[in-house]
């Protein structure tokens, strides 16, 4: 592959003067390919130091600079080719100081110029490419999105649900603030819509995905997408896939929209082979099911033998993942579970959050102490509640209302563990948030202060007053 890179500058150095704007801007896009098709990072590494300050290179990207400012120097199909090339190759390394940026600022005036000409599939090349770029170009994303929420339906005719499902995918995966306009999402929803059953896996679960993280919950694509996935063979399905649709369905779809029998048949699929998820795949299927299915399903039990006959597995979890494997695995006493299994389950769990206790954030920290202060008192490990009580002191005004009253449930849980001080602290915190909680706050409040052995009936008298006023402003 590096040899195919050599002979390829050395042929568009040969043949220079005979190539017009659009030839070099081929052979730029040429040159990123080969980068893109390097075996293993260090192969790319030395095509990308070869390339540096390569003066075939520096003459492409300087006649790039002007094609793109002659709107039709380029078609754009080279257009789009090229500017796949740029975000490549600046990715990689390989434009050096080649592009500066009055060429990125360019690109982004020449795509916003050239929309009415772009296919979508194009417009998607684009996209992705200048998503690809560490400088955020809101204005492109911005005016792309407005296009298409306007687009005659002549710009739509033909589109490929691949298309539409890489766009959403592209958008979701921008920061928030480059998403204003989000009319554009409607009209993508729209094309999609009856046309899941002829799309592929990837594109079926690339879709739901990013409707999910675009935080669209359209639950006539989501059930589509589900009967399309039904009607196949989920064993197809790869790895990728697999978890992506895992991901979408625990927060994009709620379970009475779906297909009947579409969680147990996911389940089947997953619990076939335990083994093709890595760490990620698992706690995302746990957490999943336990959105989909009850917590006696027997995919939780299979789950949990794989998991106690897989310990070296709790070595890789990274710290996002133990929080949320602890929360679902809070609901242990309805997994039907033997006891063996829970013990060592426990245990696997306890020694991975400890692990993982320094790199945990603080609502994390919340979140797994409630959690493990939820199951039964064999299981629990009093040294480690004292650990995740020492982390969380002194940082309870970074947390919401929510995990404020979590964090005093928890501390009213396993109350013999901690100090009579961390508690005081945490009561201290609740009470100056009391003003500005909802009513199933101050029911978790008021559960916890019944629950603890000092008991503070001034702070309960305050608080079930609190909830009354609600329960009788809500009936006014």
């Given at each position: 592959m590096a040899g195919d890179c050599h002979r390829l500058l050395q042929f568009i150095e040969d043949h220079m003067a005979e190539c017009d704007s659009l030839s070099r801007a081929y052979g730029l896009y040429h040159i990123a390919r080969c980068v893109d098709r390097a075996d293993g990072r260090?192969?790319?590494?030395?095509?990308?130091?070869?390339?540096?300050?390569?003066?075939?290179?520096?003459?492409?990207?300087?006649?790039?600079?002007?094609?793109?400012?002659?709107?039709d120097a380029l078609t754009p199909a080279a257009f789009s080719g090229a500017v796949w090339a740029v975000a490549k190759l600046l990715t990689e390394g390989g434009l050096g100081g080649h592009l500066e940026a009055q060429l990125v600022d360019r690109v982004a005036d020449a795509v916003r110029r050239r929309l009415h000409k772009l296919t979508p599939r194009q417009l998607t090349t684009l996209l992705w490419s200048l998503s690809k770029l560490p400088r955020p170009l809101t204005d492109v994303f911005t005016d792309s999105a407005r296009w298409m929420a306007e687009a005659p339906a002549s710009f739509w005719e033909g589109c490929e649900p691949r298309s539409i499902a890489q766009l959403l995918a592209i958008y979701a995966a921008?920061?928030?603030?480059?998403?204003?306009?989000?009319?554009?999402?409607?009209?993508?929803?729209?094309?999609?819509r009856g046309r899941a059953s002829g799309a592929d896996f990837h594109t079926l679960s690339t879709a739901v995905f990013a409707l999910s993280r675009l935080g669209k919950r359209d639950h006539v694509i989501f059930k589509e997408v589900a009967d399309a996935v039904m009607e196949r063979e989920m064993a197809d399905m790869s790895v990728k896939d697999l978890s992506r649709v895992m991901v979408a369905y625990s927060c994009g779809a709620h379970p009475k929209n779906l297909p009947q029998g579409f969680a147990d048949r996911l389940a089947d699929c997953i619990r076939r082979d335990f083994g093709r998820l890595d760490c990620r795949g698992l706690c995302n299927a746990v957490w999943t099911f336990s959105k989909m299915v009850p917590f006696d399903h027997p995919f939780f039990r299979q789950l949990s033998v794989f998991l106690c006959g897989s310990p070296q597995l709790f070595r890789h979890f990274e710290a996002p993942d133990v929080s949320q494997m602890v929360l679902v695995y809070a609901n242990v006493e309805a997994m039907s579970l033997d006891q063996d299994t829970e013990n060592q389950l426990f245990?696997?769990?306890?020694?991975s959050v400890r692990l993982q206790l320094k790199w945990l954030d603080i609502q994390a920290l919340v979140d797994t102490l409630w959690g493990l202060s939820r199951v039964r008192k064999g299981l629990r490990d009093h040294h480690l509640f004292a650990e995740l009580v020492q982390h969380i002191e002194g940082r309870e005004g970074k947390?919401?209302?929510?995990?404020?009253?979590?964090?005093?449930?928890?501390?009213?849980?396993?109350?013999?563990?901690?100090s009579e001080r961390s508690i005081a602290r945490v009561k201290e915190a609740v009470k100056g948030r009391l003003g500005s909680m909802g009513g199933r706050e101050l029911q978790m409040v008021a559960g916890a202060l019944v629950r603890l052995r000092v008991r503070d009936d001034d702070m309960l008298m305050e608080v079930q007053g609190r909830e009354r006023q609600m329960r009788t402003d809500k009936k006014g």
């Open positions: 260090n192969q790319r590494s030395w095509m990308v130091r070869a390339l540096e300050g390569h003066r075939v290179l520096a003459a492409l990207v300087a006649d790039l600079h002007s094609s793109i400012e002659q709107d921008l920061p928030s603030q480059h998403v204003h306009n989000t009319a554009f999402i409607d009209v993508l929803v729209a094309r999609l245990a696997l769990l306890n020694r947390l919401s209302n929510r995990q404020l009253c979590r964090l005093l449930s928890a501390l009213a849980n396993v109350e013999g563990c901690v």
